[in-house]
């Protein structure tokens, strides 16, 4: 982890680091950016986030939105039309529910449309600021497996197993490092090992193509 941060500060930062930085950790733009931006790449993610932002920024006037409105300003990120339809659920429950205000515990985010574990975690840690979780995406689960911390072949097991696995303080680093460098070297194919800062200590599980 400790090489890793280091060789992390020269990267692009993922889209919803950037979000939750740029917007000073507004827990309301982490959770819509982080919900627009599953299967979807960043580049895409920041720009849709940047237009929804532009025209909405609390749960109130974008709950307001229509959805084919906010269908048009997410569009082209992956499942644009489900996604409207979450967002719009989502401000609608915040602001029944939670008082306008987005939740700080697991519990209560995973009652929101469209919120899975991921975008819970990646919301208390980036914006809440949690020390006690960790955010498994695709690229963690791949790298984590890769690097032979964990053998697991689902995401949730992948948490499950690295909150013991993984000493407490990087907890809320995991997901930044790995996906920044899974978006960069540790790619799902053709990973770069020959550039890679931990390839002596990486036993490349599963790695058939490097
Ligand atoms: S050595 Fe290769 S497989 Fe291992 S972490 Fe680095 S890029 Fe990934």
Request: proline share 7%; hydrophobic share 40%; with cysteine.
């Amino acid at each position: 982890m400790r090489r890793l941060g280091r060789a992390v500060g020269a990267l692009e930062e993922p889209a919803v680091e950037k979000i939750a930085k740029d917007q000073k950790e507004d827990p309301f733009q982490v959770l819509i950016a982080t919900m627009l931006s599953a299967q979807t790449r960043d580049a895409v993610t920041h720009a849709a986030s940047t237009r929804l932002f532009r025209v909405a920024r609390t749960p109130r006037t974008m709950g307001r939105l229509p959805v084919d409105e906010i269908e048009r300003l997410i569009y082209p990120v992956s499942f644009y039309r489900h996604k409207a339809v979450h967002v719009q659920a989502t401000c609608e429950q915040i602001l029944s529910r939670f008082g306008g205000r987005v939740p700080d515990t697991m519990d209560a985010l995973l009652t929101l449309p469209g919120v899975g574990r991921k975008t819970a975690n990646l919301v208390l840690i980036l914006a809440h600021q949690s020390p006690d979780n960790i955010c498994v995406d695709t690229h963690v689960h791949r790298i984590s497996n890769r690097l032979g911390w964990v053998i697991t072949r689902t995401p949730d097991e992948t948490e499950q197993a690295l909150y013991r696995v993984v000493p407490r303080k990087w907890w809320p680093l995991v997901n930044l490092y790995l996906v920044t460098w899974g978006q960069n070297v540790c790619r799902p194919v053709y990973p770069r090992c020959d550039v890679c800062v931990v390839a002596d200590l990486c036993p490349r599980i599963g790695v058939r193509k490097p």
